[in-house]
């Protein structure tokens, strides 16, 4: 035990070293938090989260502060590479976050994206408009939707605020996660608990920051009808031919469901049957119209809707809308992915 | 009355007159409603019961069991197996390998239908009695995506066809939906108004994948399988079929004989109705009378 502490302690006092004058170099002799680092900026993901696992939390922590220490450098070269350094750094923990996720490991999860988000901190503190620190939030939430982790999202999203004002497309993703997490209580069972009303406003607010987001106005309808809110149909009705195929397929869904349970048939079939002319090879709105019609009596017709769409051929996986729609933000994932990347590229 | 019968021909799969085995059941003209039920003792199956060993009540009016069978009417099997990433690997090949041995247990004039769901219900092969047919689309099943679980269920429900033979819809999945448009209530409403018997395979836990930008960053997370499990268990209970839960995937090929064995076991009762209303829901009880043993029926059907 005594000497696992002095070996610790030891370790400690290297790094400690080792950071002062190595963290800031540009390449060579470099630690193997550094090392790390380097390889994940340089598309080296795998081994660069072997090299991290190996290294203790204490000399993160460690390096960390020295890194922090040195982004506050008056040497403007120095604090530019620091920064650098420290972007690859929260991409690096990221990464190390999702996989242990990916493992049931909540405790590491946390842990990691609280080292990131640390290093979040500091930079926002440099300049709060810059485009990574606004860009990795949206990402760790498009992918925590992207994993149904409704609840982890929802905690990180507290955390993820910006006391001067949000941008419109953190709002959207703070209101889908409330919307999500309705859905999975109430459709899934799911233990975690979702105010449409707080979806709704996140919703509202993102449509005022940016009056273009159509998704904002999507979502802010879907949330309004789900609360038997009538003013919901009006806010789906303004999606037009002005919008992308997706959102008025969706909006075309949305009205169907909302007039099927009002028990106007008819006009909900003319809905369905729109949305599927819009996107032959999207599945939900065939589904909904087959199930309409087996509901009152039309087997024949509904046994032909769901061989129409599961008989079709060469439909990629993903193109019903409904599903990206389902999933938050995760559509928006890759994106923000790669251009965090792009951002961390030495 | 008359209106009863139509709808009842349309919702349970009822038989008609005409020149096959099942005129030879009914006499001219003759329209009943068919109840498929399973008796069990402890875990036993309990055989050689006749008309006369149940009582069926139809919105708790005692009806007469006109007719009673055991394993003479053909099959429609519609299989609906997930194919979502979580079955990648030798998962998949194990339900490959179950379906095909499942394939060699039927009889001759037995049909099939294969459905697979992953993000996308996709219809593989439509009722067929083709066994042929059948393999060669197992064969083209591959994993990957999400999981469509209640939008394969109606799926598979609603294409069952106005056909005679009874229909065993065998669900197999190893996680919760994550992809349908479906609701599970409107997915039991469909239930309800078909007379197919649905059984579910579920296994005992799931693998999701995360992926960090695509480049090769994963990690395999193991969660239950409980709440497909309870849309399941609803699903199946609503039908009077029941949930099996296999632990690995050699399980699977003994769980799925055991669900053919189980399913072709059952009795199937026949009855007209009689003294009950013309239209909506009509709550089932069936019993046995003087005999101990349990009875799994489908818990009622609509008359629309």
């Not at chain 1, 000497?3 to 060579?28: D, E, F, K, N, Y």
């Not at chain 1, 080296?44 to 000399?59: G, T």
């Not at chain 1, 859905?183 to 273009?212: C, S, Y």
């Amino acid at each position: 035990m005594r000497a696992a502490a002095t070996a610790t302690l030891g370790v400690l006092v290297i790094g400690l070293v080792l950071c002062r004058t190595v963290l800031a170099l540009p390449q060579g002799a470099t630690t193997p938090y550094a090392e790390a680092i380097d390889l994940f900026r340089r598309g080296a993901d795998e081994p660069a989260l072997n090299e991290l696992a190996r290294i203790m939390n204490v000399d993160v922590t460690v390096e960390r502060n020295e890194l922090l220490k040195t982004l506050d450098s008056k040497n403007r070269e120095e604090s530019e590479r620091a920064a650098g350094t420290i972007r690859g750094a929260v991409m690096l923990h990221t990464a190390r976050a999702f996989a242990a996720l990916a493992r049931g490991n909540g405790g590491e999860f946390r842990y990691q994206v609280l080292t990131a988000e640390a290093y979040v901190t500091r930079l926002r503190s440099r300049d709060r408009r810059s485009a990574f620190v606004q860009t990795w939030p949206l990402a760790v939430l498009a992918l925590l939707h992207e994993g149904r982790e409704v609840r982890v999202a929802k905690e990180f999203g507290e955390h993820a605020r910006d006391p001067s004002g949000d941008s419109a497309e953190l709002l959207l993703a703070l209101g889908a996660t409330e919307e999500m997490a309705w859905w999975m209580d109430h459709e899934d069972d799911a233990d975690v608990k979702g105010d449409l009303r707080n979806a709704e406003r996140h919703f509202r607010q993102a449509f005022i920051v940016a009056p273009t987001l159509i998704e904002a106005r999507l979502r802010l309808g879907r949330v309004l009808v789900l609360r038997d809110d009538p003013e919901g149909m009006k806010v789906l009705g303004q999606i037009g031919s002005f919008a992308e195929m997706p959102f008025q397929y969706l909006a075309r869904l949305f009205e169907g469901e909302v007039l099927e349970k009002r028990g106007d048939t008819a006009e909900a079939e003319r809905r369905y049957a729109t949305a599927v002319s819009m996107m032959p090879t999207a599945q939900s709105a065939y589904v909904a119209l087959a199930h309409m019609r087996h509901a009152r009596g039309a087997r024949a017709e509904a046994a032909n809707d769901v061989r129409s769409s599961a008989g079709a051929r060469n439909v990629p996986d993903t193109a019903d809308p409904w599903f990206w729609y389902s999933r938050g933000t995760a559509w928006r994932a890759a994106g923000y992915v790669e251009e965090l990347r792009r951002m961390i590229r030495p | 009355m008359t209106r009863l019968l139509a709808a009842c021909a349309v919702a349970l799969g009822i038989v008609i007159t005409g020149p096959s085995m099942r005129a030879q059941r009914f006499r001219s003209g003759t329209i009943g409603v068919r109840v498929d039920v399973l008796v069990t003792r402890g875990q036993e199956l309990v055989r050689g019961l006749s008309a006369t060993d149940f009582e069926l009540r139809d919105e708790g009016v005692l009806q007469k069991v006109s007719e009673i069978e055991v394993e003479q009417i053909p099959l429609n099997l519609i299989l609906a197996f997930d194919t979502s990433g979580s079955m990648a690997g030798a998962r998949l090949h194990s339900l490959v390998q179950a379906a095909q041995s499942l394939l060699d247990r039927l009889r001759p004039d037995d049909r099939v239908a294969l459905v697979s769901f992953a993000t996308r219900v996709r219809l593989l092969a439509p009722l067929t009695p083709s066994r042929q047919q059948i393999q060669g689309a197992l064969a083209t099943l591959s994993a990957q995506g999400a999981t469509s679980l209640r939008d394969a269920a109606f799926s598979a429900l609603a294409l069952r066809d106005a056909d005679p033979g009874r229909t065993l819809v065998l669900v197999f999945s190893d996680g919760a939906d994550t992809a349908s448009w479906l609701r599970p209530s409107a997915v039991i409403e469909t239930a309800k108004r078909t007379d197919a018997v649905v059984y579910a395979v579920a296994m005992a836990e799931q693998r999701a994948v995360y992926q960090l930008g695509g480049r090769g960053i994963t990690g395999v997370k193991v969660t239950t399988v409980e709440e497909a499990g309870k849309f399941l268990e609803h699903l199946t209970e609503e039908t009077g079929g029941r949930v099996m839960f296999a632990n690995s995937n050699k399980d699977l090929h003994a769980t799925f004989a055991e669900t053919l064995a189980e399913f072709r076991d059952r009795y199937v009762l026949s009855y007209t109705p009689t003294g009950v209303s013309t239209t909506g829901w009509h709550r089932l009880e069936v019993k046995l009378k003087g005999k101990s043993g349990k009875v799994t029926a489908r818990r009622g059907y609509f008359a629309e």
